[in-house]
């Protein structure tokens, strides 16, 4: 069975890693989202992409959910002892290893999706991690901000700002320009099954759907699409993501995001058992749909959900 997710960073990551305990022979691509990805300290810094590869390899932060374990931040603080910042992004003594390696790479030519490989090399995250694109796609997001418009990049509303004032839009600036990675066009044509783990709808998996191509090659593929709900309750389970859907005017609600999706795109969609109301709201917009628990509190959690995912796959393809 070949599997091809779209993923962000811990919603996909923690999803991922129930996928590959549920379906252990499945073969498995990862269309990773780069519109997260920002230049500090002259590095290049892919910060879904790792989150992918440090959970899936065994090397994340699992409390904090992005970021090395047993992380130490000696350089962080030398170079702000030079006034050298930003402060505000959190790059460990052992992440910056990565971003070096990354950026070198990059440096001597090689494509980010030969430098994701090489980097995946020493993961062995199990699975095939592909970057939406080799192309540069930076997620920005207009603010307004003492009555003036801004925009500022993704990692500044985010880690910055906290999302506390609102988004007004979110644009992945390059992605019109960009194509998709090597392989991927061709992982999505070859799929079985296409899963949107619980990411962000808009500034992870819709940025993926961004670059074009990608968004067509899901549609026009005769697989079975599924995706599962990042918002429990009328609210993200984590994060802000009710702060970017209000920015393309989409409800904080589990059916308003598989309406927004829409039934052109996916052809089922899990919602939490806490949204069990919603169902058929969801099957009325021509998506199958069904109510489990979608907390991913632990591995097994995450693995019961992919199970479900995979079983309503089958179900909309008979
Ligand atoms: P990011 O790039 O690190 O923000 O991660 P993703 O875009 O992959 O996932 C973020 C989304 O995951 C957020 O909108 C959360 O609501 C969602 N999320 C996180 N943990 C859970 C969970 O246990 N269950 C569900 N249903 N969603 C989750
Ligand atoms: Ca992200």
Redesign the pocket.
Known sequence: MRIVVL?????????LRGLKQAAPDAEITVIG?TG?DIHLFGLKVC??LD?VMYTLGGGIDEKQ??GRRDETFHLKEELAAYGVGPEWFGLGDRDFATHIVRTQMLGAGFPLSAVTEALCDRWQPGVRLLPMSDDRIETHVAVEVDGEQRAVHFQEY?VRMRASVPALAVVPVGAEQAEPAPGVLEAIAEADIVLF?????V???GTILAVPGIREAIAEAAVPVVG?????GG???????DKVLAAIGVEADAAAVAEHYGSGLVDGW?V?TADAGVVERVESAGIRCRAVP????DVD??AR?AAEALRLAEEVSA
């Open positions: 993923a962000g960073g811990i919603g996909g990551a923690r999803f989202n997260d910060p879904d989150t959910g992005w985010w783990p619980p990411s962000n709808p500034v992870s998996i599962l709900s990042p918002i429990v609210a993200p389970v984590r994060g802000m993501a899990l939490d979608l907390m991913m509190t959690a995450a959900m």
